[in-house]
């Protein structure tokens, strides 16, 4: 288990324990497993403790990893891939499920907002664990990944995406890796040319 991975674990028992604590001596132990968490991860990530720590107060309640839904469109043997304006890199279009969206309608909205194009999602290819597959982050996340046919649109960025393109899998842009990666991209082509292979995860 790397450092992260520790801290990420201190954190959610940290806060899970604020969120039940019966008095104030608990509550005092748990906000100085906080702390410690946070110099981990700033330590870890070269990052200052303490928006790393703000970060963490803002978690609140039994903590569970969060959820980044990604869609997979292919269109002539091409993938469709938007450049994010957070980190100028690319990567499937996708982004946080929002409460009251369910994870299929979650990811058409991303794709729809992020690229222009509308699509329809038609199989959960994968669940990953994002510490185990790309690069980590404060929180734990799962990814899920969803083949999505094209139904319609045309390409168009939006606040969060600098440009949309389709790309074949020997061309890739250099890609965002906490978004997604070649080896997962590659797996997603699979899925495409193989319909019937059955849901990975980890």
Known sequence: MTNIEW????????NTGL???????????YQDLLDIAAEILGDASKAAPAPIRALLDHDDGYITPKVDVRGAVFND???LLVREAGDGLWSLPGGWADVGDGPAGAVEREIREESGYQARAV?????DDRNRRNRQ??????????LCDLIGGEA???????AVDWFAP???PPLSQGRVTEAQIGRWFRHWREPDLPTEFD
């Open 7 to 14: 801290a990420q674990r201190i954190a959610a028992i940290a």
């Open 19 to 29: 969120y039940y604590a019966k008095d104030h001596y608990d509550r005092d132990r």
């Open 77 to 79: 043997g091409k993938v």
């Open 123 to 127: 199989k959960l290819m994968a669940v």
């Open 137 to 146: 982050s404060v929180f734990a996340v799962y990814k899920l990944f969803f």
């Open 156 to 162: 168009a960025t939006s606040e969060e995406t600098l």
């Open 170 to 172: 020997d061309k890739l």
